[in-house]
């Protein structure tokens, strides 16, 4: 059968089992094969590819033995171990992450199981972290029992993960210290509780294509709905040291058909990105729609910005769903305002030259940093909030960033606009916190703008063009320079 009449087959909902000869898979036109792929998880997945990051809660000595493991105990691989991070070291960690606009965060600790201690550790940390961020919070501990599972929900934990990192045939070979039904009985706990299971597992293990079919086939037959599929990075020490890394080839092929036999899962490249061209773009085109980014356990991933970047090249939505009240496009706004509607809103509360070349300033500083942080379709979107961000500033300074909030929303402007502006006077004059990484960065440059115009307009030239930052640096510490400054209102 032609792969893409059997990706429409299954868009209008075919389902493939046990009984139906996958091997075509294993003989079909790779090119064509992930073309239907893409058409599946375009269909039922959209454009959003979901965005997880993870931090290792505590680093080697593992007494299981599975052989890919850095962690584990039984091998010499030189590991850098670690008791459980702090709470507050594993919490700033997820701020951080979220902060670069990532959907989901998750503690990984090696192990069977937690130790009573540790696990109420976990706990601790999982409510701190739900008391202060706002992404998704996942985890991954091993074999936990049923009343542990329902205290990790009740702490916020949404998503749990518990590979099954092969076929039943092959696992043996792979782990000898716990089973497979072990992690299919740890797995069956965990969706009881409710909660969302994340499981895959790992190829280039020395498995067979017949074993891979066999492990898209029984996370199908669990109903998993997050499956992240690691090609094997070979590390020194471990009994797979010398295993040969898989093609670029290989592992699209079964990323595609992953998403064949799972056509609403989130299909998610872990591990080995590396091993494809740019960190596996071409997979995002074959049936991939997330991805675990920044820093894998041992093993080096992508960057976070490097993906973001990658992904609104290939068009992908990678906006959160904790943003999508504020920034989500249409959500809230009742216009997507034009550059020449904002700067007739701004003219009419500002004509001091000054304030009117500051937010031009600001307006293209913002927009070059959209590019340069891969928002290139939000370019205008982000240099309409740094020209208004000081629209109240002249008229109102006593209210700024709380006036401009009510002129704005008398004129129907995209609630995403207020927030941003208002964002920048966050611990001045509003509670208002930055939380994207576009009010950040306006936070930033507003308050580097502003004192590099500040120098310039003071000079007989009017220019920053033969301006130095020693210069402003010396006219900073300067009592004359600053008393001047203030006489003239800036």
């Known amino acids: 059968m032609a792969m893409l009449a059997l990706a429409n087959e299954i868009i209008d909902g075919r389902r493939l089992s046990r009984e139906d000869d996958l091997h075509i898979f294993l003989k079909c036109d790779l090119e064509e094969l992930c073309k239907g792929a893409d058409l599946i998880r375009e269909h039922f997945c959209g454009s959003k590819v979901d965005l997880c990051t993870i931090i290792n809660g505590k680093s080697g000595r593992c007494g299981e033995n599975c052989k890919y493991c850095a962690q584990s105990a039984h091998h010499k691989t030189g590991i850098e ?13 997820a701020l951080a992450n979220e902060s670069e606009g990532v959907d989901r965060f998750a503690i990984v600790t090696a192990g069977r199981g937690l130790s009573d201690e540790d696990f109420q550790h976990t706990i601790r940390a999982y409510r701190e972290m739900k008391k202060r961020c706002k992404l998704s919070l996942c985890a991954s501990h091993g074999f936990l029992t049923a009343e542990q599972f329902h205290e990790l929900h009740e702490a916020g934990v949404e998503s749990y993960h518990e590979n099954i990192e092969t076929s039943r045939r092959y696992f043996p070979y792979i782990c000898t210290t716990h089973t497979y039904d072990q992690k299919i009985e740890s797995i069956k706990l965990a969706q009881k509780e409710g909660f969302c299971v ?31 599929i690691n090609a094997l990075m070979p590390i020194k020490g471990t009994p797979l040291e010398n295993r040969e890394t898989l093609s670029e080839q290989d592992i699209l092929r079964t990323v595609a058909f992953f998403r064949y036999i799972n056509p609403t899962a989130n299909i ?56 999508a009240g504020i920034f989500k496009k249409g959500k809230r706004g009742t216009n997507r305002m034009t550059r020449e509607e904002a700067w007739n809103l701004l003219t009419e509360y500002n004509q001091d030259e000054f304030h009117l070349e500051h937010a031009q300033i600001v307006e293209q500083t913002m927009r070059y940093f959209a590019n340069k942080l891969g928002y290139g379709d939000e370019t205008d979107f982000w240099g309409i909030v740094g020209l208004l961000h000081d629209l109240d500033f002249e008229r109102y300074p006593g209210e700024h960033c709380i006036k401009e909030q009510e002129i704005m929303r008398e004129r129907g402007v995209d609630e995403r606009i207020i927030h941003a502006t208002a964002s920048h006077g966050y611990g001045i004059t509003v509670d208002i916190q930055p939380e994207h990484e576009m009010e950040k960065v306006l936070y930033a440059v507003d308050e580097l703008t502003g004192l590099i115009g500040a120098v310039a307009i003071m000079r007989p030239s009017k220019s920053v063009q033969d301006l130095e930052l020693k210069s402003v640096k010396k006219k900073y510490k300067s009592k004359k320079f600053c008393c001047r400054l203030l006489q003239r209102g800036h």
């Open 81 to 93: 171990e670690y008791s459980y991070l702090p709470v507050e070291t594993i919490v700033k960690n």
């Open 268 to 323: 998610r490249l872990a591990a080995g990105r590396c091993l494809m061209q740019k960190d596996g773009e071409r997979a995002f085109e074959s049936g991939a729609s997330a991805t675990i980014t920044g820093n894998m356990l041992t093993t080096s991933g992508s960057t976070i910005r490097g993906d973001k970047e990658m992904l609104l090249r290939l068009g992908r939505d990678i906006m959160p769903e904790y943003y």
């Open 198 to 228: 994340c499981s895959g597992g790992i190829i280039g293990m020395g498995e067979t294509w017949e074993d891979r079919l066999d492990m898209a086939v029984s996370l199908a037959e669990l109903h998993i709905e997050s499956i992240p």
